[in-house]
């Protein structure tokens, strides 16, 4: 079965890029992020970590959950913490996300998306 939030992913992940491409930095970081959230919460309500419903404490499980294999998902949990930083800027402060800080997470941010999108779908 396919990550239930694979499209909404993708949707959310095009219009967090074309944010970025017309400088609206904040709304691309809010976006990208969430990209990632959903791919990893599709990933979770498959494998019964989460429901659907599922709203106590799920940013801080996506994370438990991207860091959970240790090795690589050490470091992908360190750069979605980062994006997460970015994200909580761009909601709820004054200042603006960094353009650069942004960019720099873009691959990583992708490689996690695409990753817990691609893994949904096999057997735990």
């Keep these: 079965m396919?990550?239930?939030f694979s499209e909404k992913s993708a949707k959310t992940w095009a219009e967090g890029n074309d944010c970025l491409y017309r400088g609206l930095v904040n709304t691309a970081a809010n976006r990208i992020y969430y990209?990632?959230?959903?791919a990893v919460k599709g990933f979770a309500i498959q494998r019964?970590?989460?429901t659907m419903d599922s709203s106590d404490n799920v940013h801080?499980?996506?994370l438990q959950i991207v860091g959970g294999d240790g090795g690589k998902g050490a470091?992908?949990?360190?750069r979605l913490n980062l994006l997460v930083g970015l994200r909580l800027i761009a909601d709820y402060k004054v200042e603006s996300v960094d353009s650069d800080k942004l960019q720099d997470l873009l691959d990583?941010?992708?490689k996690i998306r695409k990753y817990y999108i691609r893994i949904?779908?096999?057997e735990a």
Excluded at 35 to 38: E, K, T
Excluded at 75 to 78: C, G, L, P, Q
């Design 2 to 4: 396919p990550n239930i």
């Design 35 to 38: 990209s990632v959230f959903q």
């Design 48 to 50: 019964q970590m989460m």
């Design 60 to 62: 801080r499980q996506v």
């Design 75 to 78: 470091y992908f949990r360190r």
């Design 108 to 110: 990583d941010a992708n």
């Design 120 to 122: 949904a779908g096999t």
